[in-house]
C-alpha cells in the first residue's frame, strides 16, 4: 500500500491537470471579471488568440495549400479538359432527345425570361441599325446595302446573263405557267376589247396568238440585253425607293421578334435533332480550346481577385467560439484523450519514483 497510494494519487492529478489544462484552451468562451477586474486565464487560449490563429491559418492555407498556382494548375489540367469536353459531347446529345423548348428549359419565370428576350430584340436591333448604317429620317434602300454588295450583284446578272434568260424561257414553256400567262391575257382582252372584236375571233385565239408572239420574242437575238437592261433598270429603280427609318426598324424588329420567339419555343431536339458527331465533336473541341485559353490567360486574374488568406481567416474568424471548440475537439479527439491519459501515465511514475526516492534517501 505503501507504493500503489501514490501511484493511484499521482494518476488521478496527472489525469486531472491534463483534462484541465485542455479545458483551459477553450474555457472560458469569453472574458470574466468581478468588481471590473478580469480574472485571470479568461477567456482560454484559444478564444483569446482567436484572431492570431485565424490570421496565421488564413497565411498558411492561402500561401501554401491554395496559392494561385496550385488553383490554375488543378483546375486547368490535361485531366480536367478532357472531362470538360466529355460534358460538352455528353450534354448535347442528352439536349438532342429533350422535347423541351429553350424557354422552358431555362427554368426561369416568364415575366423574367420576356425581359431577357426584349433585350436581346433590342441588342440585335441595334446592331443590325448600326451596321446598315440607317439614320434618322428617310433612307433609300441603295443606301442599306453595302455598295460592293450593289456592284456583285449586277455584275452576277451580266455574266449569267444567258443562264437567266435560260431560265425564263424554261419557265415560259412550263404547262402551268402558260395556263397562267394565258388567262390572263384573256381577262385583259375581255376587259378592253370590244364585244363586237370578241364575237367574230374568239378570246382564247387571241390570247394564244399573243403568248406565241411573247415565246417567239424570246428567241429573239437581242433578248439577252433586253431582259439585263430591265433587270439593272428594276434593280435601280428599287434601290432609289425611299423608305422611313421608322418603318424599317418596325420591320427589322418584328422579323426578329418573330423569329427570335419561333425559335424559343421550339423544341430543343428539333434544332439539334440532325446534328452529325463530327459537329458535336467540333463544338467540343472548340469549348475546350476556349476553356484552355480560359484557364491560361484570364483565370489567373480572376484568382488574384480572390485573397484566399483574407476569405479564411474572416471565415474562421465567424465561427462560434462554441463551434470552434466541438470542431477542434472533434477532429482530435483521440490526439486530446491520448495527451489525456498520458498525464495519468506520467503522474503514476512520479506518483512511484517519490516514495523510492524516499526510501533511498533514509
Known amino acids: 500500500m505503501k507504493y500503489i497510494i501514490p501511484i493511484f494519487v499521482g494518476a488521478i492529478i496527472g489525469y486531472i491537470t491534463n483534462w484541465f489544462a485542455i479545458k483551459m484552451l477553450f474555457r472560458p468562451h469569453y472574458e470574466k471579471r468581478i468588481f471590473g477586474i478580469r480574472i485571470p486565464f479568461t477567456p482560454g487560449l484559444i478564444p483569446k488568440e482567436m484572431d492570431r490563429i ?57 415575366e423574367e425570361f420576356q425581359e431577357y428576350q426584349i433585350l436581346i430584340e ?20 441603295g443606301e442599306l446595302i453595302p455598295e460592293n454588295m450593289i456592284v456583285n450583284l449586277k ?55 399573243i403568248y406565241n408572239i411573247i415565246e417567239s420574242y424570246l428567241y429573239n437575238p437581242r433578248i439577252n440585253e433586253d431582259i439585263n437592261f430591265f433587270i439593272i433598270t428594276s434593280l435601280d429603280k428599287i434601290l432609289e425607293k425611299e423608305i422611313s427609318s421608322g418603318k424599317l ?24 435533332g440532325n446534328m452529325k458527331k463530327e459537329t458535336i465533336h467540333k463544338i467540343a473541341d472548340l469549348s475546350k480550346a476556349t476553356f484552355e485559353w480560359f484557364t491560361k490567360n484570364k483565370l489567373p ?17 465567424a465561427f462560434d467560439v462554441a463551434f470552434a471548440e466541438e470542431l477542434i475537439l472533434e477532429i482530435a ?21 517519490m516514495p523510492l526516492l524516499s526510501a533511498i534517501n533514509i
Open 54 to 110: 485565424a490570421r496565421s491559418v488564413g497565411n498558411t492555407v492561402g500561401e501554401y495549400l491554395l496559392s494561385s498556382e496550385i488553383i490554375i494548375d488543378s483546375i486547368s489540367n490535361k485531366d480536367n479538359n478532357e472531362k470538360f469536353q466529355k460534358w460538352i459531347v455528353g450534354n448535347i446529345n442528352k439536349l438532342k432527345e429533350n422535347g423541351k423548348s429553350i424557354k422552358e428549359i431555362s427554368g426561369i419565370s416568364e
Open 122 to 141: 433590342n441588342n440585335l436591333v441595334n446592331y443590325v441599325n448600326s451596321k446598315m448604317g440607317i439614320e434618322n429620317g428617310e433612307n433609300s434602300i
Open 155 to 209: 455584275n452576277y446578272i451580266e455574266d449569267h446573263n444567258e443562264d437567266i434568260v435560260n431560265g425564263i424561257r424554261k419557265g415560259f414553256r412550263t404547262a402551268s405557267i402558260e395556263i397562267k400567262i394565258k388567262n390572263m391575257i384573256e381577262e385583259i382582252v375581255s376587259k378592253n376589247a370590244g364585244k363586237l372584236i370578241t364575237r367574230f375571233v374568239p378570246v382564247e385565239a387571241i390570247s394564244s396568238k
Open 249 to 272: 426598324n418596325e420591320n427589322i424588329y418584328s422579323i426578329i421578334h418573330n423569329n427570335l420567339e419561333k425559335f424559343v419555343n421550339m423544341p430543343i431536339s428539333n434544332i439539334l
Open 301 to 317: 486574374d480572376i484568382v488574384e481577385l480572390f485573397n484566399v488568406a483574407k476569405i479564411i481567416e474572416e471565415e474562421i474568424l
Open 333 to 353: 479527439s483521440k490526439e486530446l484523450k491520448a495527451i489525456t491519459w498520458l498525464g495519468a501515465l506520467l503522474g503514476g511514475i512520479m506518483g512511484i519514483l
